[in-house]
């Protein structure tokens, strides 16, 4: 029988091979459609950076690594896209090599928790609705160190966390068990974040609630969350920021 984190790893592995299996990147017709917004925000920092790196976590098949790719390879610029599913990174090769950008994507089959981040080496590390599918909220907080200490000075982490996750039984309404493995109140998880980069400058802090249908065991799922988008840099503290 599969333990608790097995269970919904198994869940979310049905759900995504799904996802790649019948939607194709950047075509309407699911969230692959486009890279997230907060992308094209960070992104023009860095097209002057030689040789820049960054650092993409629960990758998938590309949705912002690719356009990242597309636009710091002209200065030799790499992605490095980690996912642990086979079907993300084999669909990740492919459209790297239809949109001629293999040269500047580098796949890694890892657990994000697991994935050995070399200190001092990226500018930008991206994470979109990742982080929140480590195994505990310890594995969460010592990703998070590591990620910091990955990261060169002036470097910016661009996160999107989910949290308050619910998941509900469109048929019935009947409430289940939310697929996600760090499942945290919206307040803790604020706090969690805030603590962590207490030293960093906050550029962007917003929560957005989303409500969305996914497919559970072919049962429609409605599934509700606050969104914590957070944009931080590795620099002194302007402004007010986040507070204890």
Same mark, same amino acid.
């Given at each position: 029988?599969?333990?608790?984190?097995?269970?919904?790893?198994?869940?979310?592995?049905?759900?995504?091979?799904?996802?790649?299996?019948?939607?194709?990147?950047?075509?309407?017709?699911?969230?692959?459609?486009?890279?997230?917004?907060?992308?094209?925000?960070?992104?023009?920092s860095?097209?002057?950076?030689?040789?820049?790196?960054?650092l993409?976590?629960?990758?998938?098949?590309?949705?912002?690594?690719i356009?990242?790719? #597309?636009?710091?390879?002209?200065?030799?610029?790499?992605?490095?896209?980690?996912?642990l599913?086979?079907?993300?990174?084999?669909?990740?090769?492919?459209? #790297?090599?239809?949109?001629?950008?293999?040269?500047?994507?580098?796949?890694?089959? #890892?657990?994000?928790? *697991?994935? #050995?981040?070399?200190?001092?080496?990226?500018?930008?590390?991206?994470?979109?609705?990742?982080?929140?599918?480590?195994?505990?909220?310890?594995?969460?907080?010592?990703?998070?160190?590591?990620?910091?200490?990955?990261?060169?000075?002036?470097?910016?982490?661009?996160?999107?966390?989910?949290?308050?996750?619910?998941?509900?039984?469109?048929?019935?309404?009947?409430?289940?068990?939310?697929?996600?493995?760090?499942?945290?109140?919206?307040?803790?998880?604020?706090?969690?974040?805030?603590?962590?980069y207490?030293?960093?400058?906050?550029?962007?802090?917003?929560?957005?609630?989303?409500?969305?249908?996914?497919?559970?065991?072919?049962?429609?799922?409605?599934?509700?969350?606050? *969104?914590?988008?957070?944009?931080?840099?590795?620099?002194?503290?302007?402004?007010?920021?986040?507070?204890?």
């Amino acid at each position: 029988m599969l333990n608790r984190v097995e269970q919904i790893r198994a869940d979310e592995k049905r759900y995504h091979d799904f996802i790649y299996e019948h939607h194709v990147l950047f075509e309407e017709g699911s969230w692959l459609h486009k890279p997230v917004s907060m992308i094209q925000g960070t992104l023009p920092s860095l097209l002057d950076i030689p040789n820049v790196r960054v650092l993409d976590l629960g990758c998938g098949v590309g949705r912002n690594s690719i356009p990242i790719a #597309s636009e710091i390879q002209k200065n030799h610029g790499k992605v490095v896209c980690v996912d642990l599913l086979d079907s993300a990174l084999t669909k990740l090769e492919r459209y #790297s090599q239809t949109y001629g950008i293999e040269h500047a994507i580098q796949p890694v089959k #890892s657990d994000i928790a *697991a994935y #050995s981040f070399p200190e001092n080496h990226f500018q930008w590390i991206v994470a979109i609705s990742a982080l929140e599918h480590v195994s505990s909220v310890q594995a969460l907080t010592g990703v998070l160190e590591k990620m910091k200490r990955a990261t060169k000075e002036g470097g910016v982490h661009s996160l999107i966390v989910n949290s308050n996750v619910e998941e509900r039984c469109v048929e019935t309404n009947q409430r289940i068990e939310a697929s996600i493995e760090v499942n945290l109140p919206t307040k803790n998880m604020e706090n969690l974040l805030n603590k962590t980069y207490r030293n960093w400058n906050v550029l962007t802090q917003t929560v957005k609630p989303l409500s969305f249908n996914i497919l559970r065991e072919q049962k429609e799922v409605r599934l509700t969350t606050n *969104a914590i988008t957070l944009v931080v840099k590795n620099e002194r503290p302007q402004g007010d920021g986040w507070h204890e």
